[in-house]
Structure formats: C-alpha cells, structure tokens
C-alpha cells in the first residue's frame, strides 16, 4: 500500500523546511545580499514543494 496523502504532505513540509534553511544559506554565500538570497529561496521552495509532493504521489500510484 502506498503513503497517503497526509503521509505525503507531512514528508514533503519536513523535508522543505530542511532545504529551504540550506538553499537560503547557500544562495545568500553566494549573494551577500539578504533581500536577494530571501526572494531566490522562497521562489524556489514553493516551485520545489510542490514538485516534491506530486513526486510522492506519482510514486504512492505506481505501488498500486
């Protein structure tokens, strides 16, 4: 049986919240430009937190 959806959602917050402090860390050594490094991560973790959770569910489907 695959996840469910709350399963998939939990796993796809915890593991954003985990990327987006490293992706902001990351872009803002990079920048040295706090409003820049701000705009670049939250852009991206909205972008990836969604492809991240149609990932886990095209994965729960393919079990099935």
Do not use: P
């Not at 915890?14 to 430009?33: C, E, K, N």
């Not at 886990?56 to 489907?61: I, L, T, Y």
């Amino acid at each position: 049986m695959g996840d469910s959806n709350f399963r998939s959602a939990t796993k796809t917050i915890v593991w954003r919240v985990l990327a987006t402090v490293i992706t902001g860390v990351v872009v803002y050594l990079y920048t040295g430009q706090l409003g820049e490094s701000t705009k670049i991560t939250l852009t991206a973790a909205v972008i990836l937190t969604v492809a991240y959770y149609l990932h886990e569910r095209f994965w729960a489907w393919l079990k099935k």
